[in-house]
């Protein structure tokens, strides 16, 4: 964590609500998400398939499908002024050039019929109004900025011709071209070989502290956030269960489900302990349990669980959980490193 | 939705007995006493899906398709105008009047009479049956042997699959109307069946290669390899587990087909190589009205109207039919 | 791409071959002896006789009679004689113009109208325009081509007096109907095709980037949505039109155009063998040829194709 927290933030989230309109119902993928970013700092979304943390990137890029998709309420604050307010061609422009993303599955993301220096010098050409020869130039430097060996020559290939890790390199490069603010990664090594995905990883991280961007990193990986991130939120079904920095979490998980997640990662130092999954699956989205969206699952919910919804709410400085007991799991955390 | 799949966590979603490591409440974590929730919106949808309800979701999403309800009606009318011509019209298709040739639409004659003074209504409700035979004949028998060759080269692969293959490429490459147009100009009496049998020669291996390649999206299948596994005979994995998974496009098809064939029918019996005379054929209706198109238009419109209402009936039905049999087609 | 072409060349010839050698053997499927039939109600001399069958190479065995066949066409465009004696190319060379005419018709319509349809219905899905496209191109793509023929020609010819209904004395005007009749199926077919893949490309991950790129609208649905839902139409059109051939039999026959398709079927009937083989040989190499341009057109359009 840098001191940076004092300043203004990039961007600043506030209770934002995003719901899908389906024939089967009204899903509420996202509900009441609140999370800060500041310059050069990391922040990652941690959740599960279906927990909403796609939507938010979404939401903030500006990207999510309209209809079905919905944005009921909330701010999207970008440098203190609301993207959810801005017209559309202003926001259309802050696009690319101030907050920019990049995807999961590359292959599928570029256009598989256009060559990727085209696909890079695009960003310069419609932003910046350069022309065509000068944008291939700096599509080729972008290129050779994320590492790609021989640019100049394979400027003119398609993004089949690449293998997944350079794909992703190419995203990254498209994605920093005009040295944007914010960069919004949605799970960018997962598609990836796993000594790739330290690579890129790596890249991402380097990129970010040069042009001290904000990253956003939206994961369900928690290897990779370790390594790369200042802050976490963990997500479930559209909520935040717990936020903080990133040392709080690994150290003191106060949410039943942030420690289910954690105790599900083989380690390699306990070969002979169990690998703990949490049972069952997430609530769907359009039917909510009344209580705690997680108490169905959780080992330890008791009855005010199941009717009364924990808040979000503060438990030590910069640490936010919602669970009515997170108090008791940290203390009893901290029992257990007792010396019996 | 617009949520990316994302790699399932693989971790979070495993049923097992956990026990959290430090547990503050007394409550023991064990599974059994977890209810599982039901699968999120975007989740996958689960593979327990039988055959029963393949058919029955497909039926149910017919009902609400204006496309089937329309046609299906359609088809109903045209279907019964071929088996009982009598339910519509009482008047003796032979029995003419040369004195009344040609006449306009009347009160008395509801589509005029044709060259020789017959009541037209009578001769174009007639019409039906001949079309209907040849379009059925050869959709049946094109079905069955498309479903052997298919099964055949799909089930077996190798040198089998290589030998119908290039037969079926063969016969594919001659435009089956040139085809039918040359063969049946060889044979001097046509009537439906030679129609149908040479249709059926020149037209299969469109189906044949549909049903080819539905058998082989199933044969790899893992139920198959099971069967395979446990010892089946070749005739009952066909029979049991890959005729039942593979005939869904070909039976839409198939319906589609009939309408092909009523209309490669009705051309050709119009270009003077299909069925001949005495018989009541809408080709030939449409060969005789077309050297009076400006003085009696009327002989023409009719039998047009109904090879027209007839194919489309056909083709819609079968489209719809595909469409409710193909789980990929589900929005 | 050199490679690619050089391949597709190299599959073109025998593809040539074995579908005209089909074509060739129809004549043989053809009723009585061509000599005979030339000869008609005439008596003829034994001496005569065996004159015409080695003019005709009648005496060779199939495949040499095949072969002298094919080499007269690639080298002489000589594709053999009618039973009067007039060459073929003479008939095709005062026919084949009017087909051609047809056919360019039909595929502007095809093209023009099919593309513009799709586009329309792919970007308003579900508004009324693709309402409209979608049930105009269920009732196309259902109809016969003889139905749809002889429902132009009672409406449009005979009831409104727009069109000529039959023969081609008004030049452009003649082909307009009979242009439409040939083109409805497949002008439906490529409507649904391009809203298709339109529909699918706008849900695509690329035109997703497109717009996170922070493109217009319209830069996003013209450069990368609908740039790559075209490549499969232009197959299909380009594939069409040369199956648009067949359907030139049945529209000339309906609309009395002398091309080459209504001399098809007038052969048949007259059971004039060679003009059958010599026209259906050349509708053929047309056929082939145009799908070879396709396919090298498609690999110049979509590179996934140029490098495998």
């Known amino acids: ?340 | 939705m617009s949520e990316k799949t994302e790699l399932d966590d693989a971790a979070a979603r495993t049923d097992g007995t956990a026990t959290h490591p430090t547990a503050p409440a007394s409550s023991t974590g064990s599974a059994a006493a977890t209810p599982d929730a039901p699968d999120p919106a975007g989740g996958s949808g689960g593979g327990k899906e039988t055959e029963a309800s393949l058919w029955a979701d497909a039926w149910r999403s017919l009902r609400r398709n204006p496309w089937f309800l329309v046609s299906g009606a359609l088809l109903v009318v045209i279907v019964a105008m071929a088996i009982v011509p009598q339910l519509f019209t009482s008047v003796d298709p032979g029995s003419c009047d040369l004195s009344k040739s040609r006449q306009a639409p009347s009160a008395e004659h509801w589509f005029g009479t044709d060259i020789q003074g017959c009541d037209y209504y009578t001769r174009v409700i007639h019409g039906a049956r001949n079309s209907m035979i040849v379009g059925v004949v050869v959709s049946i028998g094109v079905f069955a042997f498309a479903v052997v060759v298919g099964l055949l080269a799909g089930y077996f692969g190798g040198w089998v699959d290589g030998l119908l293959s290039r037969i079926t490429d063969m016969i594919f490459a001659i435009p089956y109307m040139l085809g039918a147009l040359v063969f049946l100009n060889i044979i001097d009496t046509r009537g439906p069946i030679q129609v149908a049998l040479v249709l059926m020669l020149f037209t299969w291996p469109t189906s044949a290669r549909l049903m080819r390649g539905s058998v082989m999206s199933v044969v790899n299948s893992e139920y198959v390899m099971a069967a395979k596994a446990l010892g089946a005979g070749h005739l009952t994995i066909m029979r049991r587990h890959i005729l039942p998974n593979s005939l869904g496009p070909l039976i839409g098809y198939s319906t589609v087909f009939i309408g092909i064939i009523i209309g490669a029918e009705a051309t050709l019996t119009f270009l003077g190589v299909g069925l001949q005379l005495p018989a009541i054929s809408w080709g030939l209706q449409l060969t005789d009205a077309q050297s009076y198109v400006t003085s009696s238009p009327h002989l023409l419109l009719f039998p047009v109207i109904f090879v027209g209402v007839t194919v489309f009936a056909f083709m819609t039905l079968g489209d719809a039919v595909r469409d409710a049999l193909d789980p990929k087609s589900k929005r | ?308």
Not at chain 1, 274 to 295: E, H, K, Q, V, Y
Not at chain 3, 21 to 36: E, K, Q, S, T
Not at chain 3, 127 to 141: A, K, S
Not at chain 3, 224 to 247: E, K, M
Request: charged letters at 20%.
């Open chain 1, 1 to 340: 964590m840098t001191n940076s927290s004092t300043a203004e933030p990039l961007l600043e989230v506030r209770d934002l609500q995003v719901e899908f309109r389906t024939k089967a119902g009204t899903a509420q993928a996202v509900n009441g998400l609140n999370v800060t970013l500041h310059a050069g700092e990391t922040l990652a979304i941690l959740g599960e398939s279906g927990s909403g943390k796609s939507v938010t990137a979404q939401a903030i890029m500006g990207i999510l499908d309209m209809p079905p998709g919905h944005i009921a309420g909330g701010e999207i604050r970008y440098r203190g002024e609301d993207l959810l307010q801005m017209p559309d061609e202003r926001r259309r422009r802050l696009r690319g050039m101030n907050i920019s993303m990049i995807f999961q599955d590359a292959l599928s993301s570029l256009n598989p019929v256009l060559p990727v220096g085209w696909q890079i010098g695009e960003m310069f050409r419609v932003h910046r109004g350069v022309k065509r020869r000068e944008a291939r130039q700096k599509a080729v430097e972008m290129m050779e900025r994320v590492g790609i060996p021989a640019a100049e020559k394979r400027a003119g290939d398609f993004p089949h011709q690449f293998s997944g890790g350079m794909r992703q390199r190419i995203m990254i490069a498209m994605a920093i071209a005009l040295d944007p603010d914010v960069l919004i990664a949605d799970e960018p090594t997962t598609a990836l070989d796993v000594t790739v995905q330290a690579q890129v990883m790596r890249l991402l991280k380097q990129l970010q502290e040069e042009f001290n961007m904000g990253l956003i990193l939206i994961t369900h990986d928690l290897g990779v956030v370790a390594d790369v991130a200042d802050k976490i939120a963990v997500m479930y079904a559209g909520r935040v269960m717990e936020a903080s920095d990133v040392y709080s979490i690994y150290s003191s998980a106060a949410h039943p489900y942030t420690r289910g997640l954690l105790a599900s990662i083989p380690r390699v130092d306990g070969a002979d302990e169990r690998l703990d999954a949490i049972p069952g699956l997430p609530p769907a989205l359009t039917d909510m349990p009344p209580g705690c969206p997680f108490s169905p699952r959780c080992a330890f919910a008791t009855d005010r669980c199941r009717t009364e919804r924990p808040e979000l709410r503060e438990i030590a400085a910069g640490h936010t959980a919602a669970c009515h007991y997170a108090e008791d799991f940290i203390t009893a955390e901290e029992d257990q490193h007792e010396p019996a």
């Open chain 3, 1 to 308: 791409m050199t490679r690619y072409i050089i391949r597709r060349l190299l599959q073109f010839i025998p593809v040539v071959l074995v579908s005209t050698l089909i074509v060739y053997a129809l004549n043989f499927l053809m009723p009585g002896d061509p000599i005979r039939a030339l000869a008609g109600e005439r008596p003829m001399s034994e001496a005569a006789i065996a004159t015409m069958r080695e003019q005709y190479n009648l005496n060779d065995p199939f495949l040499v009679q095949y072969g002298k066949y094919i080499w007269g066409i690639i080298t002489a465009g000589d594709f053999g004689s009618t039973f009067s004696g007039r060459p073929l190319s003479d008939i095709i060379a005062q026919r084949l113009p009017t087909t051609l005419m047809l056919a360019a018709v039909t595929f502007a319509i095809q093209a023009v109208i099919g593309i513009i349809a799709g586009i329309l219905a792919g970007l308003y899905k579900d508004r009324f325009i693709d309402r409209l496209v979608q049930v105009t191109t269920v009732v196309m793509v259902a109809l016969p081509t003889l139905v749809i023929g002889f429902l132009l020609q009672l409406i449009f010819g005979l009831n409104l007096d727009w069109f000529p209904i039959a023969g081609t004395r008004d030049g452009l005007v003649s082909y307009i109907l009979p242009g439409i009749a040939l083109a409805a199926v497949s002008t439906g077919m490529a409507a649904r095709m391009v809203r298709g893949e339109l529909v699918d490309a706008l849900q695509s991950d690329y035109v997703r980037t497109a717009t996170a790129k922070g493109l217009s609208r319209r830069r996003v649905v013209l450069r990368h949505g609908l740039r790559n839902s075209l490549i499969p139409v232009v197959t299909f059109l380009g594939a069409d039109l040369a199956t648009l051939l067949g359907g030139t039999m049945v529209i000339e026959t309906v609309f009395n155009i002398p091309g080459l398709g209504a001399m098809i079927v007038d052969s048949i009937k007259g059971q004039e063998g060679t003009v059958v083989v010599g026209i259906v040989t050349l509708f053929l190499l047309f056929f082939v040829t145009v799908n070879l341009i396709v396919d090298l057109l498609y690999a110049l359009l979509d590179p996934r194709i140029r490098y495998e």
